[in-house]
C-alpha cells in the first residue's frame, strides 16, 4: 500500500510539471484542477524545476505561474499567435504592453468597461509618442492583445465579450485579476536597465551545463550538438544514463540521442505545442517536401552543409529545387489541399519552410534549405484510398517514422 500511494504521489507530480511546461500561466479559471494538483505538490515542484532546469514557479490561490530562463538565440521562436493562427506582430506587442499599462493604472478598478479600458490606452500612447488610430487593422490588433489576456486569465469577460466590442462596438463589462500582472514578464521592470534584459540571463544566475543542457532538451524540439557548449557535450556523453531517468522521472520525456544531436520528446504528444506529422495542408506539405528531397538526393551519415558560416550535418537543397517540388505537390493534391495553391504556391512553399523551421528540422539560407538529419525521422506512410472510393492520397497522422536520419548510423 505504502509504495503505491508514493508511486501516486510521484505520478501526480510528473502530471503537473508537465501542465506547467505546457502552460506556465495558469488560472483557477482555465484550468482548475491542473492547478490544484500544482498547490498540492507545490514545495516539490518549486525544488524540482529550480534545481533540474533554474526555473523559478510562483504559485498562489488563483494561479500558478512557471517563471522559464531565457533560451539562446538559436532556439526556434514561440511568438504569441492570434485565434487564426498567425503570429502577433510588433504592433500586437504594443497593443498587449499598453493594455497591460492601463489595468494597471491607479483609477483603473477590478472591473473596467471596454470602451473605458481603450480610452485609457489611447491616453498612455499619447503620453509616450505612439500614434494610434480607429481603422479596422488596428482594432483587429487590439483585439487579439485582449483576447491574448483573455486566454492567460489576466483579464475576463463578464458581460459581452471584446469581440463583439471590435466588431460592432457593443460594450463589453472586463474583470481585470491585477495579482497575475506583475508575473507576466520573467524579470520586475524595475530590476531592468532595458528592454534586451527581458532576454538575457540574470546576471545574479550562475550557469550550469547540466542545467541548460536539461533546459534545450526540455524546451527544444531538437537540440543540434554543434549548438552544445563543450561542456554541454561532455554532460551528454558521459550522463546520459542520469540525463535519461531525470527527464523520464520529472517530466515523462525519452531521451534520444544519436551523432548529430538529441531530443526529449513526449511519447503521449501532450507536451507537443507543434504537431507534427499533423493534420493541415501546410503540415502535410511540409512532410511530403521532406520525403521527396531526401528521395530525390539520398544523402548519407556524414553529409554536411554550411550553415552561417559553418559546417553543419545536414542537406542543402537549392531553392529551385524547393519550390518545383512543393508546385508539383501542390499539383498532385489540387483535390485535397485546394486549386489556389496551383497558381500560387510560393505560399505553401513558405508556410512549409516556416513549421520544418520551427521544429528545427530545416533552415532557410540564400542558397537553398538545409536540412538536418532529424528530417529523416518523418518521411511519411503515404498510403491510396480504394478506387470506389474519391480516389486522393491522404497522410496517415500516426504513420511510422524511420528509425534512422540520413541513414541508420545517424539520429
Not at 518549486?46 to 530562463?69: C, D
Amino acid at each position: 500500500m505504502a509504495v503505491s500511494i508514493v508511486a501516486h504521489e510521484v505520478t501526480q507530480r510528473r502530471d503537473a510539471a508537465r501542465s506547467l511546461l505546457r502552460t506556465p500561466l495558469l488560472t483557477a479559471a482555465t484550468d482548475p484542477d491542473a492547478l490544484a494538483l500544482i498547490r498540492h505538490h507545490a514545495a516539490a515542484l518549486k525544488s524540482s524545476f529550480a534545481t533540474a532546469l533554474g526555473y523559478i514557479l510562483v504559485v498562489e490561490p488563483t494561479f500558478a505561474r512557471l517563471v522559464k530562463a531565457p533560451l539562446p538565440a538559436a532556439a526556434p521562436v514561440r511568438p504569441a499567435r492570434r485565434n487564426s493562427g498567425g503570429e502577433f506582430t510588433a504592433r500586437t506587442y504594443t497593443y498587449l504592453a499598453l493594455i497591460c499599462a492601463a489595468v494597471l493604472a491607479p483609477d483603473t478598478g477590478e472591473q473596467v468597461l471596454a470602451s473605458a479600458l481603450v480610452e485609457q490606452l489611447r491616453a498612455d500612447a499619447a503620453t509616450v509618442g505612439i500614434d494610434l488610430d480607429d481603422s479596422r487593422i488596428e482594432q483587429r490588433h487590439l483585439v487579439a492583445a485582449l483576447r491574448q489576456l483573455i486566454a492567460w486569465g489576466v483579464i475576463e469577460e463578464t458581460d459581452g465579450s471584446v469581440s463583439g466590442w471590435g466588431e460592432r462596438q457593443e460594450e463589453a463589462l472586463l474583470t481585470v485579476h491585477r495579482q497575475m500582472l506583475p508575473h507576466l514578464l520573467a524579470r520586475p521592470l524595475a530590476a531592468l536597465d532595458g528592454p534586451e534584459a527581458l532576454v538575457t540571463s540574470s546576471p545574479d544566475v550562475t550557469e550550469q551545463p547540466r542545467r541548460s543542457l536539461r533546459r534545450k532538451l526540455v524546451e527544444n524540439p531538437l537540440v543540434r550538438r554543434e549548438d552544445l557548449t563543450d561542456a554541454e557535450r561532455d554532460v551528454l556523453s558521459r550522463e546520459r544514463t542520469d540525463l535519461t531517468r531525470t527527464l523520464d522521472d520529472l517530466f515523462g520525456l525519452v531521451l534520444e540521442v544519436r551523432a548529430e544531436g538529441a531530443l526529449a520528446y513526449d511519447p503521449d504528444r501532450h507536451l507537443s505545442d507543434v504537431e507534427f506529422p499533423g493534420p493541415g495542408k501546410v503540415k502535410q506539405a511540409a512532410l511530403l517536401l521532406v520525403d521527396e528531397l531526401l528521395r530525390v538526393h539520398k544523402p548519407t551519415a556524414g553529409k554536411t552543409a554550411e550553415l552561417h558560416g559553418r559546417q553543419v550535418p545536414g542537406l542543402l537543397c537549392p531553392w529551385p529545387q524547393v519550390t518545383e517540388i512543393v508546385g508539383d505537390l501542390a499539383v498532385r493534391h489540387e483535390k485535397m489541399w485546394g486549386p489556389e495553391h496551383v497558381s500560387h504556391p510560393s505560399v505553401l512553399c513558405r508556410d512549409a519552410i516556416s513549421v520544418l523551421t520551427s521544429l528545427s528540422l530545416a533552415d532557410p539560407t540564400e542558397d537553398g534549405l538545409v536540412l538536418h538529419p532529424a528530417a529523416a525521422r518523418h518521411r511519411p506512410d503515404v498510403q491510396l484510398a480504394p478506387s470506389q472510393t474519391r480516389a486522393h492520397e491522404r497522410l496517415e497522422p500516426d504513420a511510422p517514422v524511420a528509425p534512422s536520419l540520413f541513414d541508420l548510423e545517424s539520429l
